[in-house]
C-alpha cells in the first residue's frame, strides 16, 4: 500500500510549514490593511476634517497623534467590552487585557515620537521617519498577532489553520480599529473646528524681484503698468517701505511671521524656527479659509510657508492631486505631468496660471460663509527673463526684436538664470526683458482686482500688494538680487487698501519692512497678534515697537553677513566680520553711489548703535526660540536651485 508523498514526512515539518506560511500570509495581509488604512483615514479623511496641517516635513509627526488617538480608542473600547463580557460570559475572554495593555503602551511611544519630530522636523523620505513608519507597522503587527491568537485559541473550531488565524487577527483587531477611527471623527473635528468667523477677507499679493523704481505710479517711463498703476492711485502708497531681506526666503519668511529674518531662521537648509505662529495660522484659528497659489522653488511647503493653509498650490500644481500631497504618488504624478508637458512642447505659464487660480478662487470662497485669506505669489520677473512676445517694451536706440533674439539666442544654448551672461554692455537688453515681464504681470494683476471687483469682493476684502525684493542691473557693478543692501534691491513696492479702515496720514512717511505685513492685516481685522513680533501695525499712530522710525535690512547670504538700517533719509550698511560701514544721504544721492563714512558725521554713529541695538535684540530672541530645522534638500532641487542662481552649500 503506497501512502502520498507529504503522508510520508514527518508531522512536525508540516505544521511548522504550515506555521510559516501562516506568519507570512498574516504579514502580508496586515501590511496590506495598514497600508490602505494610513492611505484612507490619515491622509485623506483628516485633511478634509482640517485636522492636519499640510506641511510635508510634519506629516509623519503629526500622523503618529492619529495613531495614538485610533489605537487608543480601539485599546478603550476593548477594556470596555471586557467589563462587559465579565458579565454577560462567565468565561471572559484574557485577549481583551492584552489588547488594553498593548494600546496604553502605543500612546506614549507615539507621544515620544511627536516631541522628537517637532524637536527635529524631518522629510517624509528621511531614513529616520520611514524606519518609524515601519516601528508603527510591526507594533501593529504585534498586537494584531497576540489578539487573533486569543481570539482563535478561544472561539476556533476544533479544526485550526493559518488562513483561520489571520482572518480572526484581522477580523477583530480591524473592527476594533474601525470602531475607534468612526469615534475620532465623530467628535475630534467638533473640536479641532474654527468658530465661525465674520470678518473682512484678505487677499495678498506678492510680486517677485519687483524693482519699486520701475513702475509707472512711480515715475517710471519705459513700460506701461496701467493696472499696478490704477490700483496705487486709489490705494495708499508708502513711500519709505522697505524689503527685510535682498532675497525671497528670509524677506517672505518675515511678512508671514512679523520677525526679523535673524529670528525665523529661514535659509536654503533650515525652516522656520519651531514656536513662531504665521498669519495663516492665526487667520485659520479665526475661522478663515486660507489659500495660495505661489511659485517659487523656496516657497516648498518644507520651508514653513505653508503652515495654516487650507490649500498651498505651487508651480502649477493640480488641484484635483492636492489630497494626495503628503505621498510619493503625488510626487511622481506631478513630475510625469510636468514631463509630459515639456514633451509635448506646453511650456507652462506659471505667472497666468496663478492668476486663473486665484480668480477661480476670488469667485469660488466669495459665495461661501467663510471669510478667506488668499496669497498669489508671481514668479516674475524673476529671472530668467522670458516674458511673452508682444510685452517688451521699446528703448531708446535699441528694438524690442532685438532683445528677443538675444532671448532665443540664449534660450537655444540652453542657458538658464544662473547661467546667463548679463554683461555690463548687454544688461538693457535684459533689463528691457525684466520690464517686459512686468508688463506681463501688471496684465495678470488686473484680472484679478477686476475678478474681485465683479463679484463685488472689493467692499470686504483688505488688499495688500509688495515685493520681495528688488534687481540689480550694473547698478552697483553686479546684477541679480541677494548680494546687497542698496536701493535698488531693498526698496519695497508696497500698496494697500482696507474698506472701512483709513490709514493715518502719517503713515505714508513711516519706515515700514515686511515684518509690519503680518501685525497689520491682524489689527485690521480686529485680532489680537501673537507675543513677541518685531512688527507693528502701521494702522496705529503711537506703535508699541521703538522701531517706528527707522527700518532693518539683513543680508545673510550670498557674501559677507550686513546689516543695514535707514532713517531720515540716510542708508548706514554694516558689514559684521571687519566691521566695514557705508554711510549714504538718499536725500542727495538716491542711488546710493557716494560713500560718506568714516567722515566724522554724527549720524553714522548714531545709526551704528541702533544697528547694535538691534544685532543684540535679535539674538536674544534667536536664542529663546532655539536652533532652525534643518529640512533635506535634493541633489535635483540643489541642481534647480544654481540654475535660478543661488549658492548651495
Request: glycine fraction near 10%; aromatic fraction near 10%.
Amino acid at each position: 500500500m503506497s501512502y502520498p508523498e507529504d503522508a510520508k514526512r514527518p508531522r512536525g515539518r508540516v505544521k511548522s510549514r504550515t506555521r510559516v506560511l501562516g506568519v507570512l500570509k498574516f504579514v502580508l495581509t496586515a501590511a496590506l490593511f495598514y497600508s490602505l488604512l494610513d492611505a484612507v483615514f490619515v491622509r485623506l479623511i483628516f485633511l478634509k476634517a482640517q485636522f492636519s496641517d499640510i506641511a510635508v516635513h510634519t506629516y509623519l509627526g503629526r500622523s503618529y497623534v492619529l495613531y495614538a488617538i485610533y489605537l487608543g480608542a480601539a485599546a478603550g473600547l476593548a477594556a470596555l467590552l471586557g467589563l462587559l463580557f465579565k458579565k454577560l460570559w462567565p468565561r471572559p475572554w484574557p485577549g481583551v487585557d492584552a489588547v488594553a495593555a498593548g494600546g496604553a503602551l502605543c500612546a506614549p511611544v507615539f507621544a515620544l515620537a511627536v516631541l522628537a519630530n517637532r524637536a527635529f522636523p524631518l522629510t517624509i523620505t528621511h531614513p529616520a521617519m520611514l524606519a518609524a513608519d515601519v516601528l508603527v507597522l510591526l507594533i501593529w503587527l504585534i498586537l494584531s498577532t497576540y489578539v487573533g491568537g486569543k481570539v482563535y485559541n478561544r472561539i476556533g473550531p476544533a479544526r485550526r489553520g493559518a488562513r483561520r488565524f489571520v482572518w480572526a487577527g484581522l477580523g477583530y483587531g480591524g473592527a476594533l480599529l474601525f470602531v475607534g477611527v468612526l469615534l475620532v471623527l465623530a467628535f475630534l473635528p467638533a473640536l479641532t473646528r474654527p468658530p465661525p468667523a465674520r470678518g473682512m477677507n484678505v487677499l495678498l499679493i506678492t510680486i517677485d524681484a519687483l524693482r519699486r523704481d520701475h513702475l509707472g505710479c512711480n515715475g517710471y517711463e519705459r513700460v506701461e503698468t496701467p493696472c499696478l498703476d490704477s490700483f496705487a492711485a486709489s490705494a495708499t502708497t508708502f513711500e519709505n517701505a522697505y524689503c527685510s531681506s535682498p532675497w525671497t526666503l528670509p524677506s517672505m519668511a518675515s511678512m508671514i511671521t512679523g520677525r526679523h529674518p535673524a529670528v525665523c531662521g529661514v535659509d536654503e537648509l533650515h525652516r522656520l524656527r519651531p514656536g513662531i505662529p504665521t498669519l495663516a495660522e492665526v487667520l485659520r484659528s479665526r475661522g478663515y479659509r486660507n489659500e495660495a497659489y505661489v511659485t517659487n522653488i523656496f516657497m516648498y511647503p518644507e520651508y514653513g510657508y505653508a503652515e495654516g493653509f487650507d490649500l498651498y498650490l505651487m508651480n502649477g500644481d493640480r488641484p484635483w492631486l492636492y489630497p494626495l500631497r503628503e505621498t510619493l504618488l503625488y510626487e511622481w504624478t506631478s513630475a510625469g505631468l510636468l514631463a509630459l508637458d515639456n514633451k509635448l512642447g506646453r511650456a507652462r505659464d506659471d505667472t497666468r496660471y496663478n492668476a486663473d487660480e486665484t480668480v477661480a478662487a476670488l469667485r469660488r470662497l466669495g459665495k461661501g460663509g467663510r471669510p478667506f485669506f488668499i496669497w498669489c505669489h508671481f514668479m516674475d520677473p524673476h529671472n530668467p527673463y522670458t516674458p511673452p512676445r508682444g510685452y517688451v517694451p521699446e528703448y531708446a536706440g535699441i528694438a524690442a526684436a532685438e532683445a528677443y533674439e538675444m532671448l532665443k539666442e540664449l534660450q537655444a544654448a540652453g542657458w538658464r538664470a544662473g547661467g546667463w551672461p548679463i554683461t555690463e554692455s548687454r544688461a538693457p537688453l535684459f533689463e528691457m526683458l525684466y520690464d517686459g515681464e512686468i508688463a506681463y504681470v501688471d496684465e495678470q494683476f488686473g484680472r484679478i482686482i477686476d475678478a474681485l471687483r465683479e463679484e463685488g469682493l472689493d467692499r470686504n476684502t483688505m488688499v495688500i500688494v509688495l515685493n520681495d525684493h528688488g534687481e540689480e542691473f550694473y547698478d552697483h557693478g553686479s546684477y541679480g538680487h541677494g548680494h546687497t543692501l542698496y536701493p535698488e534691491l531693498i526698496d519695497m513696492v508696497l500698496l494697500a487698501q482696507a474698506p472701512g479702515q483709513k490709514f493715518p496720514a502719517a503713515a505714508r512717511g513711516r519706515y515700514i519692512t515686511h515684518v509690519d505685513i503680518m501685525p497689520t492685516v491682524l489689527d485690521a481685522l480686529g485680532i489680537e497678534p501673537p507675543a513677541a513680533l518685531d512688527g507693528r501695525s502701521f494702522l496705529r499712530g503711537n506703535p508699541a515697537s521703538g522701531d517706528d522710525g527707522q527700518a532693518f535690512s539683513e543680508a545673510l547670504q550670498s557674501g559677507p553677513e550686513r546689516k543695514a538700517v535707514r532713517r531720515d533719509g540716510w542708508l548706514l550698511i554694516v558689514y559684521d566680520e571687519t566691521d566695514e560701514r557705508e554711510l549714504y544721504d538718499l536725500a542727495e544721492d538716491p542711488g546710493a553711489r557716494k560713500n560718506l563714512a568714516a567722515r566724522g558725521l554724527a549720524i553714522e554713529e548714531e545709526l551704528s548703535v541702533e544697528i547694535a541695538r538691534h544685532v543684540d535684540a535679535t539674538e536674544e530672541k534667536v536664542r529663546a526660540l532655539g536652533r532652525a530645522a534643518t529640512i533635506a534638500v535634493s541633489e535635483e532641487r540643489k541642481a534647480r536651485l544654481r540654475g535660478l542662481g543661488y549658492i548651495m552649500p
